[in-house]
């Protein structure tokens, strides 16, 4: 019991509470802390909004209801509560209807995939510790999966704006349209090169790969800190990229042309009202706790204390997860309140002109960082290799698969088997036209060549040493290529073959063995 | 075969194929649109049940979450929300349409009896190795990759020209 006691002290859950075991729970914790947390954290951001906006502008903000005028927001929600539903004429009901909850419901799904914390469980069995992400699926696209959740909200605006027929509300349905669209290629560019660091698109991996040092030689007390997060490891600007784009893809200013309300009324909502508006709403302030929790997760180092220090360490990681979280909504709101509206063509021109070739180049800078200094030896290793052998294609008909092949991995196992069927008498043991005649004629003009082969190792060890694993392989190859046509596993025959070496040991490979022919051939003649 | 993968393959497909005749059946073009949004979600919903998951999420962000966009963006800009227009065509149209799909679905039916159990590709849907697969020069796909690329760079460095009267 005290055991239980002192890892709850250092953060380390037990791996049972009576029956029930607590990892297999932990998505559904998550799944429900998300929902509850943004749909109960919603009014508190609006509240925030308010006060950060007033201070700024140094005016008083709410303060009638409730202190400092927390319960103004749940005034609000009352009042729109009761608000009488207005469906202007000649609207396309169904979807006029069906847009809210659009914008809605993907901004929810969204955070599925946000690493809240690692959470430390002693197993029953073992006594050892193991770790398991709280969040709600652990799957290896997790980033993709956000950005698609993401690029699907926009129809809730597009649609809303459509059906509401209005021309304000069609205008503010184009122009989300459009800007979502534009800058949607300059997040996934400032994205990817994230990607490139990490090497993963889990995203509790890629908060995992900032938990290092900031540099070689950098003191304990800064490994996982502010200066080995991603904002700074990537160099700043996909950071900056980042954030504009997701500015620019929930529509708040200055990027919200979509509701401009000096040119469009209130744009794609202008015939919304009641609840509908307010489903909008949540929408919008759920997308924007989602795409801030991403760049939390990506740049800001997810669940980590800034600093390596046990008081903070202590802390759990959800809290500074939430931390981060919130100082994103600080920036929207700071940024309402400095920045005018962008022009429609500036806006534009700073997706398309500014952000995305900025983008390219600096991934490509990325790429070479990336791929010269931080990962020299991340080639096909030894782990892919073994990774493409539990690939199991069904459906791909062996032989098939074959003649598409790049020859070259062929060549070998061709070469040998005439001069290994030599023997039996002839090149009839693959049954298949070797691809370079000189050395198939070479090995059937010449039946002698095996016989001297075999009496070559005393002459020549280099080429000696490998006849007898030669007179195998290419008879197992023959077994495999042959079974190959009665339709079985076509990878394993050539592909981890030529993957582990990766090309160059392939072709060094490949040359070792046509020197040796050739010099059976040389044999030959001479004989 | 388990029969919880069939009940979710079944009700997925037929979400598809009805979403996929609304296409063409819907006289207004927002709402084919939608249909056509609705069978790109559960054509990735079944690449997932397929353990195709980077597939799934690509066939979300290109189609549903850019492609689709760029057609509402048009329709909605040429306001092609005139129903009328659309029924002017003959009566020729449809029946030959069914005579063409009947040919379509025999092209398909070798599909049909491939030997074995159906099942899904293990571990073959991941990003890695998709990439392992797709960059690896000893297997050939890498070249039509590439060509692929110049095709789409041809076809945007075409659509500038064409747009643009001065360059």
Redesign the interface.
Known sequence: MSQTVNDLMHGILPEHLGPVQIPALVPYVALAGIIGFILAIVPGLIWIERVVIALMQDRSGPNRVGPRGLLQTMADGVKLFFKEEIMPRSV?VK?YYLAPIIAMIPALAGGGTLPLQVLHFRSDATGAIFTRPLMVGD???GL??I???S??Q??GV??A??ASNNKYS?LG??RA??Q??SY?LAMGLSILCVVMLAGS?RLNEIVAKQNVLPFAGAPEILRGSVFSWFWLQSGIIPFIIYTIAMIAETNRAPFDLPEAESELIAGFHTEYSSMKFAMFFMGEYASMLTVCGLNAALFWGGSLPPFNIPVLAMIPGVVWFIIKVMAGIVFYVWLRATLPRLRYDALMNLGWKRLLPLGLVWMFVMAVWSGLVLHPDNK?SAA?SV??E??????VPANTYKE???P??VVPNQKVLPSAGGTGGGPAGGGRPAPQPATGGAGASNPQAPGRGGAQPQANPTTGGSPATEGQSPSSFGSASGASGA?VAPMPV??PS??PGS?GG?RTRLNQQNQKTESTGENGSDH | MPTASLVTFFILATIAVISAIMVVANVNPVRSALSLVVTFLTVAALYITLEAQFIAAVQIIVYAGAIMVLFLFVIMLLNLSAPGAIKEKGKLQPRVALALSGVFILVLSPLFTLPGDPRAAQNLGTVRTIGLFLYNPTLPWLFPFEVTSILLLVAVIGAIVMAKRRI
């Open positions: 396309d979807i799957v290896n696209i993709l999966y950005l698609a959740l690029s699907l926009v129809y597009v649609l704006g459509w069609l349905g184009l349209s459009a979502l669209i949607e698109l096909a892919t990774q493409l539990n690939v199991d294609l069904p459906f598409i092949e790049d070259k991995p339709g050539t592909a030529g993957i090309p392939q």
